[in-house]
């Protein structure tokens, strides 16, 4: 590398703009200014995370509601890329909004107008001049935000060299140069190393526009041979500085004690999916519906005590305990020495983590005790048949064991189900229903319809899904400007069975509304209190069933081998080996004892598996 004296690129400016969730700050542009900085000490790093000035302008409550739904977070900046098409925009806003209250009280028109004056300021405030480049993350529902300030900034200064990155441009060809003119570069796949090279040669270039070919990086200048889907990654992640929040954590304290909170901080330990690798071979790689892997190739882990002293480091550096990890599932192996580990430091960590359902109740005790408190488990469905379609690689069975244990150790489980997947059956419905029934004492899940994502299994391999053509969603076109609109995006909208789908996955619905309600009516006092539970009596067991209705709460005695059965079975058995660990026992009593349980719904059976359904009080 050059001298110091001898770049040209000093300035670089980082920005994630709304409507990125404002309670915690990007680790996408904390993690490249951390990594920009290491490699270019004299550069000067402005990283601007302006969604959270937005949040603050309109109030945190209404713009959380809008982030929570990608449409309507879309419709906002789309008024302003594409007035033309208000009526329609308004209208979806409207649709998309449904009946929260919230949103009855704003006005589509003043709330678009109070977000152009926040963000017409912000371009104001800064003199873009002096940036030879301005970097976007433009991930989930900051697509319309993000256009629409590069548009302005490029009317205002055309000089500006722009880059984009992130996982709505991960499918970005050459095409994107001519129907967004605005752009200079993407970075496809992660940013570290691609956007290092971009600022060295800006910075070593008298002549901007001629920057030689960069590995993970198109251009307008990118030649049609040269390979624009390889990804530019780290080898390792170990070599990664600790993300950078220093400016999000500044914007937030100059809001006053009225308007601060505590802010939870993201930290990484894998990037890719460990599943989805050790699937490589084969022809469906992960599960079918995902496409949360357009941005990596393969899979890589940081090692554990890096993971712990970052957490440690960005904790006591931000005084704010709750860390939420964005792995897409927690590594297994380092995860159980991460948590020990972390356990150690004596911290009131409150951490939050996505993980797969084959991770064992020792497991998820050793990320309690260090403070983990709420996971998305990738349950998705209740049907083993289903569970095969979508190349989950899990069973029903296994998705009920990790439900109980998180009702058991306190765990909060914010996990969906997916409903209306193409090619599912009345057979799958059925199963569904039928475990339904069995769940009803944890914590409900979340319905989500299947959406089609670019670049998923299913989106890859249509024909085998029952799936005829692919297009981008229609609500890409009602509103983006018309060119913009032929780009591929992430979600993607087909034709084949949805509405076969939808009529079959109805009684469903009906079942999750209910149990919703019945679980909340249930848990309605300010304690905890397991809605299936037990209590040990060393040589006997009471198992206490609250039920719906105000109707009497019920209790089942256990006595001697009943009791053993029991609760060998809290980890599910099959029936082989249940017959094995009780060879005193006749198998027929025991048969017919299991046979009592799963009618009582105090125990789960699949496939000549049993699992016990109560939880220890
Ligand atoms: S859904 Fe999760 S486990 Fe499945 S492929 Fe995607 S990231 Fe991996």
């Known amino acids: 590398m050059k001298s110091k004296q001898t770049y040209t690129c000093k300035d670089v400016i980082l920005v994630s703009m709304p409507w990125s969730l404002f309670s ?20 000067n790093i402005a990283a601007h995370h302006f969604y959270l000035k937005v949040a603050e302008t309109i109030g945190y409550k209404l713009y959380h509601s809008i982030s929570e739904s ?97 996982s709505t441009f991960a499918g970005a060809s050459k095409e994107v140069f001519k129907l967004i003119p605005e752009i200079d570069f993407v970075v496809k796949g992660e940013g570290e190393l691609p956007l290092s090279q971009l600022v060295h040669h800006l910075g070593i270039s008298n002549k901007r526009n001629k920057i030689p070919s960069i590995k993970g990086v198109i251009s307008r200048e990118s030649k049609e041979n040269d390979n624009l889907d390889i990804f530019y990654q780290m080898e390792t992640l170990d070599s990664l500085p600790m993300p950078d929040y220093d400016d999000y954590f500044n914007l937030l304290q100059t809001f006053g004690s009225k308007k601060t909170f505590f802010p939870t901080i993201l930290s990484e330990i894998s990037r890719g999916c460990w599943w989805r690798y050790a699937q490589r071979s084969k022809k469906i790689k992960g599960c079918a ?3 949360l892997n357009l941005q990596w190739d393969g899979y890589r882990s940081k090692g554990h005590s890096k993971v712990v002293s970052e957490v440690d480091n960005l904790t006591s550096k931000y005084k704010s305990l709750s860390i939420a990890f964005t792995d897409n599932a927690l590594p297994v192996k380092e995860s159980k020495k991460v948590f020990t580990q972390l356990k150690e430091l004596k911290k009131d960590f409150r951490f939050f983590s996505e993980i797969r359902a084959t991770t064992t109740m020792e497991n998820l005790k050793i990320m ?56 599912s059956d009345k057979d799958d419905v059925e199963e569904t229903l039928r475990n339904l029934e069995f769940v009803a004492p944890f914590r409900p899940l979340r319905q989500v319809n299947f959406w089609l994502g670019l670049g998923s299994p299913v989106w890859q391999n249509p024909q085998q899904f029952g799936i005829k053509a692919l297009y981008n969603h229609p609500l890409y076109a009602d509103l983006l400007p018309q060119n913009i609109s032929s780009i591929r995006f992430l979600i ?50 009471i198992i206490i069933q609250k039920q719906f209705n105000n109707k009497k709460t019920l209790t089942h005695r256990l006595k001697g081998k009943s009791r053993e059965i029991y609760l060998f079975c809290r980890h599910h058995r099959s029936i082989k080996k249940i017959l094995e660990h009780f060879p005193e026992l006749p198998n027929d009593k025991i048969i017919s004892f299991l046979r009592i349980m799963v009618d009582k719904k105090l125990m789960f059976e699949e496939n000549k598996k049993y699992l016990s359904l109560a939880v220890q009080k």
């Not at 700050?25 to 951390?34: D, E, N, R, T, V």
């Not at 449904?98 to 678009?112: A, D, N, Q």
């Not at 977000?115 to 697509?143: H, M, P, Y």
């Not at 084949?496 to 209910?514: A, T």
Request: proline share 4%.
């Open 492 to 541: 993607q909208a087909y034709r084949g069975d949805l509405g076969y789908q939808k009529k079959l996955w109805k009684p469903v619905k009906q079942r999750i509304k209910k149990w919703k309600m019945e679980y909340e009516s249930l848990q309605n006092n300010s304690f905890f209190e397991p809605i299936l539970s037990f209590l040990d009596g060393r040589d006997f067991l």
């Open 368 to 423: 309690r005790d260090a403070g983990m408190s709420e996971v998305q488990i990738g349950i998705e469905s209740l049907s083993t048949r289903l569970l095969n379609k979508l190349n989950k690689g899990t069973t029903a069975i296994q998705n009920l064991e990790i439900m109980k244990n998180c009702e058991q150790l306190e765990i909060v489980n914010n996990s969906n189900l997916i409903l209306q997947f193409p090619g």
């Open 70 to 166: 990608t449409w309507l977070a879309e419709t906002i900046y789309a008024a302003m890329l594409s007035p033309e098409k208000l009526k329609t925009i308004e209208k979806i806003f409207y649709r998309e909004a449904g009946v929260k209250p919230l949103f009855r009280k704003s006005s589509f028109k003043e709330l678009v107008s109070k977000v152009r004056k926040v963000t017409d300021v912000f371009i104001e405030s800064i003199n873009w001049n002096k940036f030879c480049l301005a970097g976007f993350s433009v991930c989930q529902c900051q697509l319309t935000s993000s256009l629409y300030i590069i548009k302005q900034l490029k009317i205002k200064y055309p000089d500006l060299k722009i880059v984009l990155g992130g």
């Open 289 to 291: 519906f995902c496409n």
């Open 24 to 43: 915690r700050p990007s680790i996408q542009i904390g993690a490249l200014k951390a990594y920009l900085k290491l490699q270019f000490p004299y550069l």
